[in-house]
Structure formats: structure tokens, C-alpha cells
Nanobody, 129 residues
Framework: QVPLVESGGGSVQAGGSLRLSCTASGSPCRGRSMAWFRQAPGKERQGVAA????????YYLGSVKGRFTISQDRAKNTLYLQMNNLKPEDTAMYYC??????????????????????WGQGTQVTVSS
């Protein structure tokens, strides 16, 4: 497994922005699905956005479309989640996840936590009203 390290969380007011980063160390993979998940206290882990690193296909949770953007920097082995117009309901611990090398998850599968076998430690995002 490739160690994943997230950063960029913090506290902002509603309407603000944050950018999360996830750096994968170790040998790069030609293509895999990577995703951002979030989990609020007492709630299930929820897929927010996913990308196939070998082709840039992206998938989003409906409630974040138009506000969040997932992207990657292949040279830096880094995944990003740009979050704009944040809302209090976006408050959660955010996790980066990587799937199996060579497999491209599509549509709802890309946002299912069961598909991912490698997780970061999480970074907290808190949005106040």
C-alpha cells in the first residue's frame, strides 16, 4: 500500500474556501481511482469526489457539484480537493483514499468506500455559520 498523507483542513466561515491535499509516497501507479471521503460524527463515511488518475475522469456527490473540484498533479503524486462556497453541512473529517492499481471505478462505485483499500489519516474541516 502507498502511504497517503492529507493536509489543508481547517476552520472557515460559511461561504469560504479550503484546499485539501493528499500526497502519495512510494512507487507511482499508472492509473488508479482515488477519492475524497468525509465522515461526520454519528454518520457513515460518504464519498465526496473521485478521479481516475490514468485519465482524469471525475465523479462527484450531488450536493458538492459546482462547489468542489477534485484534481491531481501527477508529477507530485498529489491529489487535491478544492472546496468553495463551503456550508456548515460540509463539516466532517475528510479522508483521502486510493484504490487498487490499474482499476478504474466509475459512477457510484467510484464513491463507494468499499472499493478502496488504502486510506489516509484524515484532516478536519469545520465550517461555521
Amino acid at each position: 500500500q502507498v502511504p497517503l498523507v492529507e493536509s489543508g483542513g481547517g476552520s472557515v466561515q460559511a461561504g469560504g474556501s479550503l484546499r485539501l491535499s493528499c500526497t502519495a509516497s512510494g512507487s507511482p501507479c499508472r492509473g488508479r481511482s482515488m477519492a475524497w471521503f468525509r465522515q461526520a460524527p454519528g454518520k457513515e463515511r460518504q464519498g465526496v469526489a473521485a478521479i481516475y488518475t490514468g485519465g482524469d475522469s471525475t465523479y462527484y456527490l450531488g450536493s458538492v457539484k459546482g462547489r468542489f473540484t477534485i484534481s491531481q498533479d501527477r508529477a507530485k503524486n498529489t491529489l487535491y480537493l478544492q472546496m468553495n462556497n463551503l456550508k456548515p453541512e460540509d463539516t466532517a473529517m475528510y479522508y483521502c483514499a486510493a484504490g487498487v492499481c490499474g482499476i478504474h471505478y466509475v459512477m457510484d462505485y467510484a464513491l463507494s468506500p468499499d472499493r478502496y483499500n488504502n486510506w489516509g489519516q484524515g484532516t478536519q474541516v469545520t465550517v461555521s455559520s
